[in-house]
């Protein structure tokens, strides 16, 4: 062990002197950013890329990653540029770094049971490659054991070597978010799982170089559970805000005015009820939780429960609209509805997991005609008027800013649309003849700016 401590003090010395040669497995938006953070700090970098398009555009300085990633482009143009950082499709580069960085998907399927291709694949190719001496850190969302009963085993069972003596091993799961993928990984904390304490201590030097922010040592098992437990605490407290939000419709309260004043208690923070809950962390996270206690005689109950009422928000959205339509006079598979927003964020281009697509499922299931426009989804993008023109009822499904401020109501001479389902509280309702709000009872009438 002897050696393998003076092999690890090697190592964190070539990393304080940024001598430390880094891969990266899997250059999406987690992988690109850190690939590129490293590089600027001054360490060579190889980023294995099974997409070959990808690699020959990061390999041109070009950013494949779409949607507003402020510096992200620019930072990769200069990397690229100093030689600092290329792109391979061959993972037997990896045979000469110090480090091995894998950000690879970790899905889960329609049973909710974590889809590990990508990881085991990522894990083989690093195991095949790497050198005696290499730290691998597994930074994609796993479900908590993971790194115990696969990463581990599976890198030794591949590399012939064992671990903290021949390979050290560490999960430092991500915290970023669309649109801020670069200030996410300099400001935000990171919780640094490491196989042995000495490890995490190494992890903490390396991330030191990229991250402003703190640096949390731990094991494994407790990185793994950070990351799944902070997300499912999301989900959880969305679905919390959804179901005081549909007993308001219920009773003919005013979700948001509860909002207000129950915030005003001390302690408390309500999130926003909505339309759903979309994206390719908290629709999915919560899941891996669960995974790990599967099996296992623990009653998990809340989380699955939280899951279940956000999936069911859209299409409370659809019941909704044909409840509007029909106070209207207007049957639901003789109506033109325009959905506006198709996005899971405001201001975002990313469709994944999107509540509007379960929601234009089940109106046309229903019948409708269903437009959709999304100033921030290129396959919606067209002008606005011409999705309004026609329709029965307008629903508001993301806060776009684009959409802040627009008068749909038909007073507004906008044509005859007489119903608005306002699902996010833009306050595009007012003046409607018939129109709903997310988590506002029947009677409760908004007024204009009245807004969450
Ligand atoms: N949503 C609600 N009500 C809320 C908040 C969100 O309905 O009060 C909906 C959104 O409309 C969206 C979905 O939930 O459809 C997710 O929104 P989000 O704000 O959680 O954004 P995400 O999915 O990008 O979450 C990421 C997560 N970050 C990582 O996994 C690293 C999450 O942990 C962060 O809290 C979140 O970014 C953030 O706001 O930073």
């Known amino acids: 062990m002897e050696d393998s401590g ?45 997409r070959s398009d990808r690699v020959e555009q990061i390999n041109k300085g070009v950013c494949p990653i779409q949607g507003s990633e402020p510096g992200l482009a620019e930072l990769l143009g200069e990397v690229v540029a100093t030689g600092r950082m290329r792109a391979s499709i061959d993972a037997g580069d990896l045979d000469d770094r110090d480090v091995i960085l894998v950000n690879v998907e970790t899905p889960v399927d329609d049973q909710h049971i974590p889809q590990y291709h990508a990881l085991r694949a990522a894990l083989t190719s690093v195991g095949q490659a790497m050198k005696r001496g290499t730290l691998v850190i597994v930074e994609s969302t796993i479900a908590p054991r993971t790194m115990d009963d696969l990463a581990l085993p599976l890198l030794q069972q591949v590399s012939g070597l064992t ?9 430092c799961p991500e915290r970023v978010m669309p649109g801020r993928l670069l200030q996410n990984l300099r400001t935000v904390s990171r919780t640094v799982g490491g196989m042995t304490p000495e490890t995490a201590r190494v992890m903490v030097t390396l991330y030191r170089q990229i991250v402003a922010a703190d640096l949390d040592a731990t094991d494994c098992l407790t990185a793994e559970l950070v990351k799944t437990v902070e997300n499912a ?106 959905v506006l927003g198709y996005s899971y964020l405001e201001n975002s281009d990313d469709t994944r997991n999107t509540p ?50 627009l008068t749909l ?44």
């Open 6 to 50: 003076r092999m690890l003090a090697q190592l964190e010395r070539r990393i304080f002197e940024k001598r430390a040669r880094i891969g990266v497995v899997g250059l999406g938006y987690v992988g690109l950013p850190v690939a590129c953070a490293f590089a600027a700090a001054g360490f060579d970098v190889i980023g294995i890329e099974m």
């Open 163 to 171: 671990a903290n003596d021949g390979f050290y091993l560490g999960h």
């Open 356 to 405: 509007s697509e379960p929601l234009v499922r089940q109106l046309r299931a229903l019948g409708a005609d269903v437009v959709i426009h999304d100033p921030h989804v290129s396959e919606y993008a067209g002008p606005l008027d011409d999705v309004l023109r026609r329709a029965d009822a307008v629903v508001l499904m993301v806060r776009h800013d684009a959409y802040q401020g």
């Open 233 to 338: 605490y999301r989900d959880v407290n969305i679905a919390f805000a959804n179901e005081v939000a549909l007993i308001c419709e219920a009773i003919g309260g005013d979700v948001w005015k509860v909002r207000d004043l129950v915030n005003k208690s001390p302690g408390r923070d309500m999130l926003l009820p909505g339309a759903g809950v979309g994206g390719h962390c908290i629709p999915k996270d919560p899941w891996l939780l669960v995974h790990a206690a599967r099996g296992r005689d623990v009653p998990v109950r809340l989380v699955p429960a939280a899951r279940a009422v956000n999936d069911g928000m859209p299409y409370h959205v659809a019941d909704m609209v044909v409840e509007a339509l029909a106070e209207a006079g207007i049957a639901v598979a003789e109506a033109r509805i325009a």
């Open 409 to 452: 109501a038909p007073t507004s001479g906008a044509g005859n649309r007489p119903v608005i389902v306002d699902a996010r509280n833009m306050g595009l309702g007012v003046g409607a003849s018939f129109s709903r709000i997310i988590g506002r009872g029947a009677g409760v009438t908004p007024t204009a700016g009245d807004r969450a």
